[in-house]
Nanobody, 124 residues
Framework: QIDLVESGGGLVQAGGSLRLSCATS????????MSWYRQDPGKERDLVAA????????NYADSVKGRFTISRDNAKNTVFLQMDSLKPDDTAEYYC?????????????????WGQGTQVTVSS
């Protein structure tokens, strides 16, 4: 059974910090790129930050650059999102995603798994 369980969300004042965790099981974590997305009700789910399988490459949405840091611990099958200098606009449900593409016999197969989300609310 594949599980991705986010935690660490909550209510924080503007300027504060939160650290989200996504604990995973049921797949080979070290072979997957990981990312964090967020979604407001009625809006699309947007990419916040991503990290490759080795942890050597990261990328961020422009809106969070310099404030958020994505990291991973392959020994613990967990990905993190450190969120500093939080703003009310960061309020959303945050989701983690595991992603891998395999090419087998010239066929492209995509593996994609999502967590259930954790709510982050930033008050002004």
């Amino acid at each position: 059974q594949i599980d991705l369980v986010e935690s660490g969300g909550g209510l924080v004042q503007a300027g504060g910090s939160l650290r989200l965790s996504c604990a995973t099981s049921g797949f080979i974590f070290s072979m997957y790129d990981m990312s964090w997305y967020r979604q407001d009700p009625g809006k699309e789910r947007d990419l916040v930050a991503a990290i490759d399988a080795t942890g050597g490459k990261t990328n961020y949405a422009d809106s969070v650059k310099g404030r958020f840091t994505i990291s991973r611990d392959n020994a613990k099958n967990t990905v993190f999102l450190q969120m500093d200098s939080l703003k009310p606009d960061d309020t959303a449900e945050y989701y983690c995603k595991a992603y891998k593409v395999e090419i087998v016999s010239n066929r492209r197969r995509v593996y994609e798994y999502w967590g259930q989300g954790t709510q982050v609310t930033v008050s002004s």
